[in-house]
């Protein structure tokens, strides 16, 4: 059974950077991939970043091009997500999500509990 924590919300001012956290616990296979989602208020849930384990293939969804980037400590099982840049649009609780790769990056088996990234214009 794979956990996930996240760690590292907050608010902050249009601009700005943050970073998150999610420490993984549990057998994480090599084929594994990782994942950050986002939902805000009155929105579906969007994959926002994701990469495999071994760090060989990366996601992004166009709006954070640029501004995020994942990356993964395999020693600390832990998975990063650094965003500049911030925009008031980039609100939303964000999620960890990890599962075996699959080409359409779909996540369906682990999830943390989400945490508050709110952006001030």
């Known amino acids: 059974q794979v956990k996930l924590a996240e760690s590292g919300g907050g608010s902050v001012q249009a601009g700005d950077s943050l970073r998150l956290s999610c420490a993984a616990s549990?057998?994480?296979?090599?084929?594994?991939?990782m994942g950050w989602f986002r939902q805000a208020p009155g929105k579906e849930r969007e994959l926002v970043a994701a990469m495999t384990w071994t760090g060989s293939t990366t996601y992004y969804t166009d709006s954070v091009k640029g501004r995020f980037t994942i990356s993964i400590d395999s020693d600390k099982n832990t998975v990063f997500l650094q965003m500049n840049s911030l925009k008031p649009e980039d609100t939303a609780v964000y999620y960890c999500a990890a599962d075996r790769y699959r080409v359409d990056w779909s996540f369906n088996n682990y999830w943390g509990q989400g945490t508050q990234v709110t952006v001030y214009s």
């Open positions: 549990g057998p994480i296979l090599g084929n594994y991939a």
